[in-house]
């Protein structure tokens, strides 16, 4: 088992290696000029040439990159063209405040979605799962932005149950209870397509469960209801469930610039669309591998995860 996974972080470094490739000359392919967007256009043309050779930004783009990734281990990413700050100053508190979203986002997935699915498969061919699935169809094709939008008017327009944005009531003193109190609808919000997906799959799990031969050996021997639901079909779902979470995490950050967006949370969402708006390039490629190394990393973690949770896998690796 250790060295499975041994195995799998050496062919990380190849696989980030490309991710780096692919970010930062995706970024130099663009049309924009970062100098002079981020400079007064009131300066002259040998000023800027200046000041783009002080940033390196005259060298080939192969040594662009190598300066990049010198800067990614070493300087923090560089620093930021429009605000003249460190990267790591700016993106990696927006991440930490993305990473608090996603966790709230997980959360939600995995205690709505598979309790929506572990109910629909239970009642499966009875009215309460028609019903289940019908609004699990139609809310796997709601937009996370629309979706956003309406929680926000249930919950603090109409309802006033809860703010209806940013991270901390700056009128408060803060403090955790403020932050979940802040958290609760766009973790909502961003899990939506996830939730509904982990649903299915656990819905398809317990119906397989329950239809199996080794179950129908337990009703005859006189288990109970209680013990065969919560047993023995609960430990099979747990592997969908896992491998799904995982994959929520990739879902997530894909809606996360919506999400944070509309709910005004401060995340690495709102930071790349400000660094993209301005064509810092330092801070869009710093971004965008920040998040790519996270959900290479989550995946990584849910295939050693799946190893543990199935006997199968762990004695094919041995």
Do not use: C
């Amino acid at each position: 088992m250790l060295q499975r996974i041994l195995w799998r972080l050496a062919g990380l470094v190849p696989l980030l290696f490309v991710i780096s490739l692919l970010v930062f000359f995706i970024a130099q392919a663009g049309p924009a000029d970062p100098i002079k967007d981020a400079l007064s256009q009131k300066m002259s043309p040998e000023q800027i040439e200046q000041i783009r050779a002080a940033y390196g930004l005259d060298r080939p783009a192969w040594a662009q990159y190598l300066n990049w990734l010198k800067d990614v281990f070493t300087h923090g990413g560089g620093l930021s063209l429009s605000v003249r700050s460190p990267v790591s100053e700016i993106v990696l508190p927006a991440f930490g405040n993305t990473l608090i979203l996603i966790a709230g986002a997980t959360a939600a997935t995995v205690v709505l979605g598979a309790g929506i699915g572990y109910l629909s498969g239970i009642r499966h061919g009875k009215l309460t799962d028609r019903i289940v699935m019908l609004g699990v169809q139609i809310g796997s094709n709601l937009p996370v932005y629309w979706f956003g939008l309406v929680v926000i008017w249930l919950t603090a327009v109409q309802w006033k149950w809860l703010p209806p944005g940013g991270m901390h009531d700056l009128r408060g003193e803060g403090g955790a209870g403020d932050l979940l109190l802040h958290l609760i609808a766009p973790a909502f919000a961003a899990s939506l397509v996830s939730m509904l997906i982990i649903a299915r799959f656990v819905r398809a799990a317990v119906i397989e469960s329950a239809q199996s031969d080794y179950l129908r050996t337990y009703r005859s021997q006189g288990f109970g209801r209680a013990a065969i639901l919560g047993k023995h079909i609960g430990r099979n779902i747990l592997s969908p469930i896992v491998n799904i979470t995982g994959l929520t995490v990739g879902s997530v950050l894909t809606g996360v610039v919506f999400v944070e967006t509309i709910f005004s949370w401060p995340g690495i969402g709102s930071v790349l669309l400000n660094a993209i708006a301005g064509s810092d390039y330092p801070v869009i490629q710093s971004g965008i591998l920040l998040v790519a190394t996270t959900f290479v990393l989550v995946n990584l973690i849910t295939d050693v995860l799946l190893d543990l949770l199935n006997p199968r896998l762990r004695r094919g690796g041995a």
